[in-house]
């Protein structure tokens, strides 16, 4: 049993989409900084996906050739709302999501990341696809889509019955902050002129061992105090604000022998050598407790809170995130 950590390529996205660093650049990243594993959005750095060129395929396949990080986790959507004037049947549903789980096994995948809010309906039949390619697939459980989520529910719900190692989750730790992220905080005030007294008032949740969905009533209406200080300005923050969740690790006790995959999210490295926002070394010294067997990805966010005038530090943060994870991994794990 062992923790092992990865990183996303969605956390380079700005690196990738300016043209600073090709794929190939971002693989020589990750073996510069001793990164054993990666996750990618095939769709975001693969053209063509779900049925790349003979072309795309060969390259990937030269890149691979020389990579010494291995292929860990395909992250896919399942757009239901494809056309104007109808969402996807089911059959087209489970159709999309098996041309997926071929392209992760040719690519050398066996793990998809399907992204929150997808249909319980499809497990079932995805199943023997799983099975045949040999790729599981995985619900993310995301803030603002988490536990408490029916569409949430009602796919952990299915994926117990059916109880196959080929079905479970991937948990993103935006879950379990200790803090709203500084950067989003900052990004806010400074750049949108959002009120320092509303973000002040969310802050306040954290303080108190709470988080940001206790602004809201059960129908998601602000609460009185912070409707009487909001304006149309300060919607963008508010409506986010609550995104950070601060839930206790024990909610995963349930889950965890489905769990196959995190999503370490990462806002802002500090100079200490932590993540502003969440514990990192509660998290690792838990699922080691727990005899989790598996990868953690660095997910890097902070990307979208970048300050103008400042330059962008996706390597820069993404490398001193994975300090923090290989220290304390060989910390924890001896």
């Not at 990307?303 to 005038?309: A, S």
Request: proline share 6%.
């Amino acid at each position: 049993m062992a923790i092992k950590n990865a990183v996303s390529l969605y956390s380079l996205q700005d690196e990738f989409m300016n043209g600073r660093m090709s794929l190939e650049d971002i693989m020589a990243f990750l073996d510069e900084n001793e990164v054993p594993g990666f996750e990618i959005l095939p769709d975001q750095m693969l053209h063509g996906t779900p049925n790349p060129t003979e072309e795309t395929l060969a390259e990937w396949d030269r890149i691979m050739a020389k990579t010494k990080s291995k292929p860990v986790c395909a992250d896919v959507f399942l757009n239901t709302n494809l056309y104007n004037n109808r969402e996807l049947t089911q059959k087209e549903c489970v159709d999309l999501l098996i041309e997926e789980i071929k392209l992760a096994n040719r690519l050398g995948f066996k793990l998809i990341r399907l992204v929150s809010m997808v249909p319980a309906f499809v497990i079932e039949p995805l199943l023997p696809y799983a099975e045949k390619y040999d790729v599981t697939i995985a619900l993310e459980i995301h803030a603002g889509m988490s536990f408490n989520e029916p569409e949430t529910a009602e796919f952990i719900k299915e994926m117990k019955r059916v109880n196959s190692p080929y079905c479970g989750l991937v948990v993103d730790t935006g879950i379990f902050c200790d803090r709203i992220p500084r950067v989003f905080c900052e990004f806010n005030k400074q750049v949108l002129g959002v009120n320092p007294d509303v973000i002040d008032y969310f802050n306040a949740f954290f303080d108190k061992g709470l988080d940001g969905t206790h602004a809201f009533d059960e129908n998601h209406n602000m609460q009185p105090e912070l409707a009487a200080m909001a304006e149309p300005k300060d919607m963008p923050f508010i409506m986010l604000a609550d995104g950070y969740e601060n839930t206790p690790l024990t909610v995963l006790d349930d889950v965890m022998p489905y769990i196959k995959h995190f999503h370490f999210k990462l806002w802002e490295m500090t100079e200490e050598g932590i993540e502003y926002s969440i514990d990192y070394k509660k998290i690792l010294q838990y699922l080691h407790d727990k005899g989790y067997d598996g990868y953690v990805a660095t997910e890097y966010e902070g990307n979208r809170w970048i300050l103008p005038g400042n330059p962008m530090v996706e390597k820069e943060q993404v490398a001193a995130h994975q300090k923090l994870l290989r220290e304390a991994i060989a910390e924890i794990e001896g």
